[in-house]
């Protein structure tokens, strides 16, 4: 697979911008425990914690353009330099966060951190598209994409140790009878642990942006460092399949972070449950991400790209409906298996929507991340919808929704990139 999909002169590289979907998986599914931590640690609604995600994915819309124009002025290595750059800055702001107590301060640490992570996606899938032939990118990238479920589920192995197992285990109608005092400092031992693996996480990327600074990374790509942004964009837009794959990456992040936002929460509620019991459901959900996207990565060898994303899509949509009319343990176990479905479509969404732009892929590249604004927007909604129906199911339609319209997408681009 990798002799085939990432020759030799690409393949140190290669290894080096891998770890980068390792490093981003991290901080993702770290983040996502963050709803349950803050709705126990400040006694806050579904609706209140999903402004974590907007933070976080808001972020991503907001500095996915600059990296895109930094990246096309400068080079690739650029672009990873200052994303890392930023991940560490944001992770190191958790200290200060956790001193003055301050919701707001520890959504703008994420903030920081997380446009870090938007230069490194913007940087990264398309550089691993450009590492070799255009037909086996999209093997090539699910390749690299796979190696981000591992570093998600050491995030929530982090979190469920540090973080959720040192929570206090007074609810809210608890800490409403505590006196000041005695609130402030659970809250203070609770966001210290909060900090904790963030700061950790800044000592090692700090090792690993030395060890990029001076490796001698290749271009990939020509560029004469010009920079038209309208123009750009322009062409871009009136293709007609890059306008359907933003949206459906709009619809996927919408999906992926609704379901995994809301999967504590869901196990708490239908087995009676705490945070930390919860979160090894979570943990099954993305170890079984992860074999799905090494077995994904060999299926695409055989068929049709657009033919698997909508039979992962139409798939995954079935086990949401089975968690949204069920219940109890079936419900939480269909939960967790639509992380198989999950696992093939970021890359490949990503990989097709970018065939054909030519030069502009990096771009492209740009909206295609600014699309994981889904992520912010959409799970607000799941969470102000469980908050005003009093129902965690019912909220996990919109996720549905997204799984139907990323698998429309695949049905449109079913006849793409057969294999050979």
């Known amino acids: 697979m990798t002799r085939k999909s990432v020759s030799s002169a690409y393949l140190f590289p290669f290894i080096l911008v891998t770890s980068m979907f390792f490093a981003w998986g991290v901080a993702n599914n770290m983040t996502d425990t963050l709803l349950s931590a803050f709705k126990r640690i400040m006694s806050m609604t579904d609706f209140q914690t999903s402004w974590i995600q907007l933070a976080f994915y808001g972020s991503y819309f907001c500095l996915a353009l600059p990296a895109a124009i930094l990246i096309r002025r400068f080079s690739f290595k650029t672009g990873i330099l200052v994303g890392l750059g930023l991940f560490i800055l944001g992770s190191l702001l958790f200290y200060p966060a956790s001193q003055t107590m301050v919701y707001g301060h520890f959504l703008a640490a994420l903030f920081v951190l997380a446009g870090g992570l938007s230069f490194l996606e ?85 090792l690993l942006w030395l060890l990029i600074y001076f490796t001698n990374m290749p271009k990939a790509s020509e560029s004469d460092g010009n920079v038209n942004v309208s123009a750009t964009l322009a062409r871009l837009f009136r293709k007609r399949n890059y306008r359907n794959g933003v949206m459906a990456q709009f619809f996927y992040m919408g999906a992926q972070i609704g379901i995994w936002s809301f999967t504590i929460r869901y196990a708490m509620q239908e087995l009676n449950i705490d945070e930390s019991d919860a979160s090894s459901y979570y943990l099954s959900a993305l170890v079984l991400f992860t074999v799905s996207r090494f077995v994904f990565t060999g299926l695409l060898k055989r068929y049709s790209a657009g033919s698997l994303l909508a039979t992962a899509a139409f798939g995954g949509a079935v086990f949401l409906l089975v968690s949204i009319i069920g219940g109890g343990l079936t419900g939480v176990i269909a939960l967790v298996a639509i992380s198989a479905s999950l696992s093939l479509m970021f890359p490949t969404i990503f990989g097709l929507a970018l065939l054909g732009v030519g030069n502009d892929q990096k771009m492209a590249g740009s909206g295609l991340i600014m699309a994981m604004l889904g992520g912010a927007l959409l799970p607000a909604v799941q969470g102000f919808l469980s908050d005003e129906l009093s129902s965690i199911q019912i909220s996990f339609m919109v996720p549905l929704i997204c799984l139907l319209a990323v698998g429309i997408y695949g049905l449109s681009n079913r006849s793409v990139n057969r294999p050979a």
């Open 122 to 206: 913007t940087t990264a899938n398309p550089y691993i598209l450009a590492m070799g032939d255009e037909a086996t990118s999209i093997q090539r990238l699910n390749l690299a994409q796979s190696f981000n479920p591992i570093g998600s589920i050491t995030g929530v192995l982090l979190s469920k140790f540090f973080i959720l197992d040192q929570l206090n285990v007074a609810d809210s109608g608890t800490r409403s009878t505590l006196s000041a005092d005695e609130l402030a400092s659970i809250q203070q031992a609770e966001l210290g642990a909060v900090m904790g693996p963030y700061v950790g996480v800044a000592g090692v990327l700090f």
